[in-house]
């Protein structure tokens, strides 16, 4: 069974819209974050999150929005969509936000914005 | 900042021949170092990492040197094999937080 759940794992979106990209992780992990990964940027920290709070955002838009509900989910929310957000987005869980801990990846979902 | 720097964007090789992908960083931090391989269309997977005791570390056959004086963490494999062929990452993360920060990646392609 998969791990690291990344709904959809396909989506594309027209300029200017809105999307949600859905991370649910079953490892029993305190440490969920977000990459991207594109032509241009290949693995790009976005957002670190530790017991369901923000520890680090590395995206320079507040168009990106990341949303835990529970502690085991991390969205991201991505508004006004742009083509050069298109690219695979990744989430990624540790054990804890150790600066050592292996960091597991999901399967990704690749985002296409016409 | 941050950064790492794989000099490599492509590498090919004759399976059989020993491999070898570069490995530069920049840290303000003393910073721990990992490899992370992707096979096509796969997430990205923690091949190895440093140790804080300075022992090598070693994973299916791959294995890397962290030389704080060079700034380096070259990959390194004796032997390459078909199944090698896939995207390297070497990446960092420090105390002040669990981010990693990733190289540009190294495509490496083994040919039979």
Redesign the interface.
């Known amino acids: 069974d998969p791990k690291?759940i990344q709904k959809p794992k396909y989506l594309v979106a027209v300029t200017g819209s809105e999307k949600i990209l859905i991370c649910e992780q079953y490892l029993g992990h305190n440490?969920m974050?977000w990459?991207r990964q594109s032509a241009k940027k290949?693995?790009?920290?976005m957002f670190?999150y530790s017991y369901q709070k923000l520890?680090?955002n590395?995206t320079a838009s507040s168009r990106f929005q990341p949303q835990s509900s529970k502690k085991n989910h991390l969205d991201l929310q991505i508004t006004a969509l742009k083509p050069d957000d298109s690219a695979t987005y990744?989430c990624a869980s540790?054990q804890d936000?150790?600066?050592?801990?292996?960091?597991?990846?999901?399967?990704?979902t690749r985002l296409t914005v016409l | 900042g941050d950064s790492v720097t794989q000099t490599e964007g492509l590498v090919t090789l004759t399976e059989g021949l020993p491999v070898m992908l570069n490995c530069t960083y920049q840290s303000t931090y003393s910073?721990?170092l990992f490899w992370?391989v992707q096979h096509l269309n796969?997430?990205?997977?923690?091949l190895l990492?440093s140790f804080?005791d300075n022992k090598r570390p070693e994973h299916q056959g791959f294995h890397a040197t962290l030389h704080k004086s060079s700034s380096s963490f070259h990959l390194q494999k004796s032997s390459a094999q078909l199944s090698d062929s896939a995207l390297y990452?070497c990446?960092l993360?420090?105390?002040?937080?669990?981010?990693?920060?990733?190289?540009?990646?190294t495509r490496l392609t083994v040919r039979p």
């Open positions: 690291i440490a974050y990459y290949p693995l790009e920290f670190s520890m680090d590395q990744f540790s936000r150790d600066n050592y801990a292996e960091q597991f990846f999901g399967p990704g | 910073p721990f992370y796969e997430a990205p997977k923690l990492k804080t990452y990446a993360s420090h105390n002040a937080g669990a981010k990693l920060t990733f190289g540009g990646g």
